[in-house]
């Protein structure tokens, strides 16, 4: 017996075995024959306990096939070849192909047979049949035609008996198949290519060695956990891929997987990082009004989830910046200058650097549009100068005069607004840096309190505002030195007013620390310019009126807006109760609702096609004034639809099996499964499951010829077709009937049917080498030949060979040995015919061999009545050579057609009622007959012959006178026609001289 398995798990080490039998001639697997039904109960156990510990290390698989020895070297080559398919076929089933294969076409185990005959003592002839095993080449050609010698010489040693004694109790345990492993050692790939593989950002192709330690054409299964790693395919000794462009500055890795025999190999794959970049979609300069307010500028970084670009300002007035979901947020404060200002935003962050330009306008007596929350913002702001050291007002100071004018009328014209709306009025008050932090401080509340004086006294009423003390106006000292390019050492004198404090306490004393060190910078040449030139403007007093108007933003278009699967463009319409040019924020957090575009009076947007069968909703969030209105999009639901994932057509072997199909569907409930049917009655179980699988078994196809078959898949009513296509078979003759043919000693008819798997086959050709198998005759699906009764002592076997075209299979042949040593073939008769007439009658026939037979029979009648003158005596006989044709004969001698020649002699006295005819002397008869023998019981036949031939002869005629009888005239007779007709009933004689069959109807 062969081992199946054998695990190395460290020291511990397993041996199993299996062997699966086949009829003779057979390479189909029989679970009811012999022992197979145990046999592959117990390799499917073996299998998966295999499956299970060598999930790391597995082993190679080889299967054995085998046949006996009694068919020719090219039929028992195509036999096992046969088998072991068969059993591969068989193992892929359980396994899934996930161990190596390897197949050994063995042919006769010889060694098994030497083996079994060594230790058997019940074989004839034994020493014979081991020196024939052991000394006898396997094979010899003669005639050019490579003959099986060992068998050859086997079936001829002592007549055959020892053969046939093999061929019934040792043959069929060499007719197997034998799965066996042996784990010397693991089935192995080593991944040649150092990990990791680095690929520029750029992208390309790459590609990774290895080697395998075990031989086969099984490739390793390869797969990456990226999408950017593409076009991946494994060789014979390496696997390729292609890496995407990274268009992100970040380096990403991959891993690429060799799956060989269930044992992984991760090679992973570094791509470096693009070189960051940050860009602005909508460009990088803000222009801003005078009025200041909120902006907000989008930008993008080619890395993910960036979270911390740092942005800054240049100056100030640019303030409150946040970064945050791809925009950067900030506020600008009113320019209150009559010049247009400038600052850079510098945005770095991952080792890249922008700027962002804003560009302010200068102020203007016009009114600005402020957003302010859910209301619009009316502000108007006018400027006081004051003299140094001053908090008296001069209208002939600077632009004084105009100004208070413009004050004038925009107080009057806010009380006129503030009486219908919330309004308010604040003063905002500033000194300039060379006085001591208490001065400055007085002088700022001493401006504040003239401009306020002088609104009480022009108006005479109290229109209610508040005052800002803000002091020194850092800011915009550093603005207008920012704009100028004739300040003396104008980067210093930045940056002591941006990194020093506004104020220190040195001895107990608040001391101004900017103004001190721009005093001795650079022995006061920059103070002195700014005291001139800059100065002037910081001594003010700036009076600002706000009045507010609610603002509004209504939806005109009706909601839900419904869609239709297929999507399209839309469009939400609204109103404002103000016109402005200020563009509502729009939103949606749906995938499907796409390009939202809001502008002053609308937002556009784009609804995908809905490729699910479900319907879906979701909200476009418009906000505009602090309140968000909120529109709902419906979207109908696609129809339902399935497509087949797998190639098509489904490609299936000859050898058929469980075969799958995968398939996607657009429903969101998969418990919904296609129903799938077809109407080829070689495809069956079929079964389909959530997960998007179609599975089915397919038949193993007989035919040498193709075939197809049409799937019909009916989805929510919808009916699609694929189609399975099965390769042909190979060309073959298929003994469908019991083998070999057994048949007893007194042989017979036998029949064997046969398939040929071609469409419209025709009839085979049918031969036997032995002369003791005749009338052989073929139709298109069975083969009938007659059986000569076996008369020897011995068994003896042949072949039938049938041939169609190419293809060739062989029949064997047994029968059994005759029971009788020295068979005899005779038989004792009475014909019936002469017993009525009250002839007493016998004869004999004895069996010459070769389908001749002798037959000799004698009759003898004495009756008289003389005193009514009746008188009847006869007596004579007949021989005759019979030749016996027709399967009946081939059969059992004595049965069936014969036909002959004969010869006859008689006497006799016949007188009736006066008249007599007397022959003393004998006459004679000869001729040919036919007749035919019937079976009527085992030891019976009734024979039928009718005898045509020439008869001669003297006889006298007489008349009984006086109690004597008087001669009348002698005369001679001279006859041709029927002469011999007999109805005999015939007794069987000897040992093996019965009728098959006849045996109950003795």
Known sequence: MLPLFSFAQDVKESSESVRIYFKQGSPYVDR???????????????????????????????????????????????????????????????????????????????????????????????????DILKNTPESVIVNGKVINERNRQLQKLRGGEPYRWLLKNIYPHLRYAAVHSDMVYAIELRVLTESPIVIEAKGGSSEILYEKSADGKVMPKVSADASWI?????????????????????????????????????????????????????????????????????????????????????????????????????????????????????????????????????????????????????????????????????????????????????????????????????????????????????LV???????????GKKFNTNIGYEIDFKGIDWTMLLALIEQSDSVPYKDEVIDIIKNTPDQVTRNGVVVNERERLIERLHNGVAYRWLLKNIYPYLRYAAVETYVMYARELTITTESPVYYPAAGGEGVIEFKKNISDKIVPAARCEAGWIKNIEPTTDAVAYTVVPNLIAAPRFSVISVEAYGTQHDVIIFQEAADP???????LPVKVGAEGGYTEV????????????????????????????????????????????????????????????????????????????????????????????????????GIVTVSSPADWITSIEATKDEITFVVRQNRHDEPRTTTLLLEYGDLSTEVVVNQEASDCRLPIYMSLQSNLLYDAALTPNGGAEIYLGKNLSLDANWSYAWWRLDDK????????????????????????????????????????????????????????????????????????????????????????????IDGHYVWQATKHRQYMGPTKFEVSLVWLIGCDNYNKGKEKKR
């Open 230 to 442: 593409r076009k991946i395919k494994a060789t014979s000794q390496k696997v390729t891929f292609d890496a995407a462009v990274n268009t992100i500055a970040v380096p990403r890795t991959a891993n690429v997987t060799l799956n060989y025999y269930g044992t992984t190999h991760d090679v992973v794959v570094y791509q470096k990082g693009a070189e960051p970049k940050i860009s602005f979609p909508s460009g990088n300069t803000v222009t801003a009004t005078a009025a200041g307010g909120s902006y907000t500028v989008a930008y993008s970084i080619n890395i993910p989830d960036a979270e911390n670009l740092a942005v800054e300002s240049d100056v100030e007035w640019v303030r409150d910046i946040v970064v945050e979901d791809g925009k950067i947020k900030f506020n600008i404060d009113v320019n209150y200058r009559t010049e247009s200002r400038q600052a850079l935003l510098q945005v770095s962050g991952y080792d890249a650097t922008e700027y962002v330009v804003v560009r302010q306008q200068k102020a203007t007596p016009d009114m600005v549009m402020v957003d302010a929350g859910n209301a619009l913002e009316k502000r108007e702001s006018v400027m006081i100068y004051f003299r140094q050291g001053s908090s008296v007002i001069d209208k002939n100071y600077m632009d004084n005069g105009a100004n208070l004018e413009r004050l004038a009328a925009l107080l009057e014209s806010y009380i006129v607004d503030g009486a219908k709306t919330k309004g308010r009025v604040r003063i905002n008050a500033s000194a300039s840096p060379e006085g001591t932090v208490r001065i400055n401080n007085r």
């Open 445 to 455: 509340n001493a401006r504040a309190k003239a401009i306020s004086d002088w609104i």
């Open 662 to 761: 995968s398939y996607i569907t657009n429903a969101p409930d998969q418990s919904v499964t296609p129903d799938v049917t077809t109407a080829s009655e070689w495809i069956s179980n079929i079964t389909t499951d959530e997960y998007g699988t179609i599975a089915f078994d397919v038949a193993p196809n007989p035919m040498a010829e193709p075939r197809s078959a049409v799937m019909v898949v009916n989805y929510y009513g919808k009916e699609q077709e694929f189609v399975v296509e099965q390769a042909a078979a190979k060309p073959n003759i298929f003994i469908t009937s019991e083998t070999p043919v057994n048949m007893p000693a007194e042989g017979g008819t036998a029949t064997v049917s046969y398939e040929i798997n071609i469409k419209d086959a």
């Open 32 to 130: 009811n024959y012999m022992t197979n039904n145990e046999e592959l109960a117990r390799l499917a156990y073996l299998l998966e306990t295999y499956m299970q510990e060598n999930s790391m290390d597995k082993g190679v698989i080889s299967v054995s096939a085998f046949a006996s020895p009694e068919g020719s070297i090219q039929i028992n080559e195509n036999l096992v070849n046969a088998r072991a398919q068969a059993v591969v076929d068989l193992l892929g089933k359980k396994v899934g192909g996930e161990i190596l294969y390897k197949i050994d076409h063995t042919g006769i185990d010889w060694e098994s047979l030497i083996a079994e005959v060594e230790v058997n003592d019940q074989v004839p002839y034994r020493s014979e049949v081991l």
């Open 869 to 960: 003158h009746y008188y009847w005596r006869t007596y004579g006989g007949d021989l005759a050579l019979r030749w016996w044709l027709g399967k009946a004969a081939h059969i059992k001698p004595l049965t069936g057609h014969h036909i002959g020649a004969y010869g006859q002699m008689i006497t006799y006295d016949f007188e009736f009622g006066g008249n007599g005819i007397l022959a003393d002397r004998w006459s004679w008869s000869v001729g040919l007959e036919y007749g035919y023998s019937l079976p009527i019981a085992e030891r019976l036949n009734l024979d039928f012959t009718l005898g045509m031939g020439y008869h001669w002869g003297e006889f006298s005629e007489y008349k009984p």
């Open 641 to 647: 639809a399935l497509t087949i994932t797998s190639e």
